[in-house]
């Protein structure tokens, strides 16, 4: 215990003012909270009273993403949200409706360029009780967020004519890959597979996979190997059991993440979490607002709650993170307790209650 | 719909597709999905059309190097490959027994190659199809005949 205590004076001392994402202390940890609209408030209400039934050293600190008018007539963030993301470091983000009209940039792609999240990261699990045509998937995609085919540059050559630029920079493919790389040791994973279309895509998917060999020559206790995307999408739903950790670029990694998702069940029970540089994350439930069931207690909090798991286990809480998702994952394999998505007919306040219960009980 | 949900939608519910239009990425991807979904690359076959020209071949342009010579590919997704060119020719007629017969031997008498979980060759297949396209073939010389 003492030595504990002298350790994290040490690590504190050392690192400074920067942020250390792996903190072994039991000090309670300020997270940004974005309950989000539709169903994101009651979720969100979800995993705090879950959090609190497990005693998780979290405090949370709510706060409104809704754009507001800047002084140069565009919406964009409130700046207290901001502040607060850039001051905790870490957030936990429900579903957002992207306003419709003039002026309004998507929130997801602003928050994303304003704490540079660069790696999103969806670990897609077989969920024991909730049955798929897929068994045994047990596979973490890896996208790069920020280039690649999602660059935005476009332009008309002549009419009909239109070309969209795929940007791939070595710095953004070496991040990615380094970072592949350290959630496969950090999470005890075996391998690293390197998704692309570089017998097509030459030069852009070439430059990728060549970061990716650089990296993989570095981390030799990793395996690592590379594959096409067609070859991968052919495999996955012939055996997913094949395929472990997946780093790609941008839009394979959209595709894929999704399809993994489907693999195990959907949306709405898949985390997500986005990587920025500084140490910042921002976890999130990546499925919709669902507003024909907002406020009605029917909602389904499992995707927000295991990327909150995750956001316990990145800040280094694996404990009270495995604690939480036993008796979550306990709840939906008994199959006594599950909201109308998961085929019960219990209400949210109910599945979280029983979560809570295991979670006490442990 | 969204090609981004399309993928979650097709490995949850393929069902709710008929007939999808693509660029091309997308395309060999929605393609290679659709294969694995079915069985495989060994039983898909693909045809490219031009304004000119038509080319057809296996549908996931797999070139099974590591089982090259061993007579354990599975030559169903050719032979359907072939019977689609028959009908693009106009000979519907031949296109379809071909076709026919080739189901009949995966999906009936289940003579598999190891692609689709079975111990049969190449060759196997091949006779087993042959000897059923023989006994079709028998019926309309006998018919011709009369």
Known sequence: MAARVLLNSVQRLIVGKAFVTRNFSSETRTVTLIPGDGIGPEISESVKTIFAAAQAPIAWEPVDVTPVKGPDGLFAIPQKAIDSVHKNKIGLKGPLATPIGKGHRSLNLALRKEFNLYANVRPCKSIEGYKTPYDDVDIVTIRENTEGEYSGIEHVIVQGVVQSIKLITKEASIRVAEFAFDYAKSNQRSTVTAVHKANIMRMSDGLFLRC??????????????????????????????????????????????????????????????????????????????????????????????????????????????????????????????????????????????????????? | MVIINTYLQMVSKPQQFDVMVMPNLYGNIIGNLGAGLIGGPGIVSGMNLGDQFAIFETGTRNSGRSIQGKNIANPAAMLLASSQMLDHLGLKDHGKLIRESVKKVISEEKIHTPDLGGQATTLQVVQAIVKDIKEKTQQWYTHFNH
Request: hydrophobic share 40%; charged share 20%; aromatic share 6%.
């Open chain 1, 212 to 362: 990716c060999r650089h990296v993989a020559e570095k981390n030799t206790d990793i395996k690592f190997n590379e594959i096409y995307l067609d070859t991968v999408c052919l495999n996955m739903v012939q055996d997913p059991t094949q395929f472990d950790v997946l780093v790609m670029p941008n839009l394979y990694g959209d595709i894929l993440s999704d399809l993994c998702a489907g693999l195990i069940g959907g949306l709405g029970v898949t985390p997500s979490g986005n990587i920025g540089a500084d140490g910042a994350a921002i976890f999130e439930s990546v499925h919709g607002t669902a507003p024909d069931i907002a406020g009605e207690d029917k909602a389904n909090p499992t995707a927000l709650l295991l990327s909150a798991i995750m956001m316990l286990r990145h800040m280094g809480f694996g404990d009270y993170a495995c604690r939480i998702e036993k008796a979550c994952f306990d709840t939906i394999r008994e199959g006594n307790v599950l909201t109308g998505d998961l085929g019960g007919k219990s209400t949210c306040s109910e599945f979280t209650n029983e979560i809570c219960r295991k979670v006490e009980a442990t």
